[in-house]
């Protein structure tokens, strides 16, 4: 509707300054009502314009990317953790499944149209599910395995579409975990996102979680 009306608009102010010119040998007071009808009007564009172009979602669930859309994100964080997708062995690559083995049985990318799964070790791997309108239903990863790369780097790079201030990162997640943390887990929420952390007293993993909350 704004993209109609400002259309609209720029037509109108068009039509006017066109009608200025051709009657420029009019008598002035219709020459000084022309000119001031022709800059409300521009004036009115340059606000819808910039309404337009200043509206953005305050809620970091609007920033969610889709299966694919995450993986081709998480994608280059993982190459360079030496795990190169592109290279492991191809099962299925259609529309609405995608399925890549790597070198053994511990290793898998699947993605379907409401699922993500990147599995690089027997406890190390990302999950996330969404609803089928595209909501997110729940994301969540456990590393225990390979200790370069964590649960907060993962956060990071799958939520770098929203916007900083909508978000908390990695380094804030990372940094003040051992400070609230309550029996084994920890909890934020900020701007449409549940964050949360649980570890396990009888061996080094960690569960990392994101799911929306109302806002």
Known sequence: MKTVKRITALLLSASLVFSFAACSDSSEEETTNSTEVTETTSA????????????????????????????????????????????????????????LYGTNNKQMVMIRNTILIIQIGEYDFLTVKYEESGKLDRYSSQHNEIEDITPYDLCDVFLSNCPEKYKLNGEYLQNTCDEIIDNGSANWEKSGLEYSLSKSDSSSASVFTLSTSDI
Do not use: C, M
């Open 44 to 99: 009115q564009t340059t606000i819808e314009t910039t309404q337009e172009q200043t509206t953005q979602s305050t809620n970091a669930a609007d920033y969610i990317p889709s299966p694919k859309e995450a993986y081709e994100l998480l994608k280059p964080f993982y190459a360079e953790h030496g795990y190169d997708f592109d290279s492991w062995t191809v099962y299925s690559n259609t529309d609405d499944l995608l399925v």
